[in-house]
């Protein structure tokens, strides 16, 4: 029985699971952020952490009848209050900590878990040097990140003072079950009423709930599909899990962030209630798929496989130079998972299986294993053998529509999907100048200079996102879907080109000598995109 439930009972166990919302991370020692006024057997849960803990400690020993237990008079030299801060943290771990998914300061599990699958946190940073990346953020640009993070800090603060759930009132059928704080109520509520639309907004609604759009995502999507209450997840260690992954996401990164995830999540969804996989998918199958979509990215360093190999960064020696940054999404994220607890209340042989299909699910976003997966969808296709009565097929089909809705950008309508096409290119652009810097070889489409945006995404468009969906395309017909992908595809390649061509064109009246262009689908075609 936990310590705090073995002194104030059970009702204890909700607020205790969220201790650790007053403390941001990345704040300094001692910085005060606003807690709301919560009260729990006599304990005030506006205090800061280590007041908290103080008190806690106090309580506990004076009930052991310990004479540490009274307080201390103000007079107390800073040693005895450093040795209270140490004595706090070893408390924490022992109240708060789980010795069968505890982690190592250097994120490795401890030797309990040996010949178990190792874990990680937080281990992509820096990827060459952290000097570097700070000379290209503007000054304002620290200050407004520590603002978002005060934000959302606030935000789960209001969640856990003002949700339902944590008040006790709990909603007698599982499809009641409230998630959003009157905070989130209004556009961002209505936003979600429409989530499994596809000219779904990630952008919009991300603003709208403060930063916090894959907690808020992922929490609907858990509801509405059942989840929570089939895998009878706690929800204060589900909010706990989905801020780890959302957080461990780089803000920084112009394309592999939480934003990313999120949108990748809500494609996922969108995919997952197509009528072929909608009646057959079991709800582990969707739990799977959601988790997998949300966590794809996690700690991504914004620069790719080959920069981290060419640089000898410590995760591509770690995974040998093969899948590394899906290898590390994979490991962060069965990291997250036992730290946060929330699988440990399921048969150890059924959270192992869960983080092996994750490990499946993520790694088969490496592009570099494109033609693998797309021969053979193709010979299931043509064969026509693809039987979702089978969990080895449902399982590759979850694979196949993970691997669409990471590319998934180019069928985006023209507004998003230009946005997320500069973003991945700003990213890139910012590799190629650290690569310049530091005298290596530009990897490809880095080269600012002559790497242009429309030529990246007629490039990208061309050989891996259309040959993918046509294949998708064949699997879900007749789907509405698809055939509005399809169509955004098209007309964004064409708009690609257009692009391509006043670009080209503009080069050329700078270079008199070189050969005019000419627009794929001729010039007639080309004057008729916007």
């Known amino acids: 029985m936990p310590v705090l439930e073995r002194l104030w009972g059970p009702d204890l166990r909700m607020q205790d699971s969220g201790l650790g919302v007053g403390v941001c991370p990345d704040e300094p020692p001692g910085s005060r952020v606003w807690n709301p006024p919560v009260t729990c057997a006599g304990l005030s849960l506006a205090l800061e952490l280590p007041a908290l803990i103080r008190q806690l400690r106090a309580a506990w020993r004076a009930r052991r009848g310990d004479p540490r237990g009274a307080e201390r008079s103000e007079g107390n030299s800073w040693v005895e209050e450093e040795q209270d801060e140490a004595d706090e943290v070893k408390e924490i771990k022992q109240v708060t900590g789980n010795s069968n998914t505890h982690l190592e300061a250097d994120g490795r599990l401890n030797a309990g878990h040996a010949g178990v699958l190792l874990a990680e946190r937080r281990g992509s940073y820096p990827p060459i040097d952290l000097r570097i990346l700070k000379t290209n953020s503007q000054p304002g640009e620290v200050e407004s990140g520590t603002r978002r993070k005060l934000k959302r800090l606030l935000s789960f603060q209001r969640y856990c003072h003002a949700s339902r759930l944590l008040r006790g009132l709990m909603p007698h059928t599982p499809g009641s079950l409230h998630l959003l704080d009157d905070d989130y109520l209004g556009q961002a509520a209505h936003m979600l009423s429409k989530v499994d639309t596809w000219n779904f907004d990630i952008f919009l609604f991300d603003r709208l709930t403060n930063g916090n759009s894959l907690v808020t995502l992922m929490c609907h999507l858990f509801n509405v599909c059942g989840l929570i209450h089939h895998f009878q997840l706690d929800m204060v260690k589900l909010h706990r899990f989905l801020g780890m992954v959302q957080e461990d996401y780089h803000s920084h990164n112009p394309y592999h962030n939480a934003v990313h995830a999120a949108d990748v999540t809500q494609a996922m969804y969108c995919y997952i209630k197509e009528t072929k996989l909608a009646e057959q998918l079991t709800p582990l199958d969707v739990f799977l798929g959601l988790m997998a979509a949300a966590a794809h990215d996690v700690d991504h360093p914004g620069v790719n496989q080959p920069f981290l190999i060419k640089t000898r960064h410590h995760l591509a020696t770690l995974y040998q130079n093969t899948s590394v940054l899906e290898s590390h999404h994979w490991r962060s994220t069965v990291g997250m998972l036992r730290e946060s607890g929330l699988l440990s209340h399921l048969p150890a042989d059924m959270s192992q299986d869960i983080e092996q299909q994750l490990g499946s699910l993520i790694l088969a976003t490496d592009i570099n294993r494109q033609n693998e997966f797309l021969i053979t969808l193709r010979e299931h296709l043509d064969n026509q053998d693809m039987d979702l009565q089978l ?78 969906f046509e294949e998708w395309q064949r699997f879900t017909e007749p789907s509405m879907l698809s055939q509005i992908m399809m169509g955004h595809l098209h007309k964004n390649k064409a708009c690609w080109s257009r692009l391509r061509y006043v670009h080209t064109l503009a080069e050329t009246k700078t270079h008199p000598h070189a050969e005019e262009p000419e627009p794929e689908g001729g010039q007639e075609e080309a004057e008729d995109i916007p």
């Open 391 to 468: 969990a080895t097929h449902r399982h590759f089909i979850l694979q196949i529509a993970l691997k669409c809705a990471d590319v998934c950008n180019p069928c985006r309508e023209w507004e998003l999907s230009r946005q997320w096409s500069e973003r991945v290119c700003e990213e890139f652009y910012r590799q190629g100048d650290l690569e310049r810097k530091f005298d290596l070889e530009i990897s490809p489409l880095c080269d600012q200079q002559t790497d242009s945006v429309p030529a990246i995404q007629i490039g990208f468009i061309s050989y891996i996102v259309e040959p993918l």
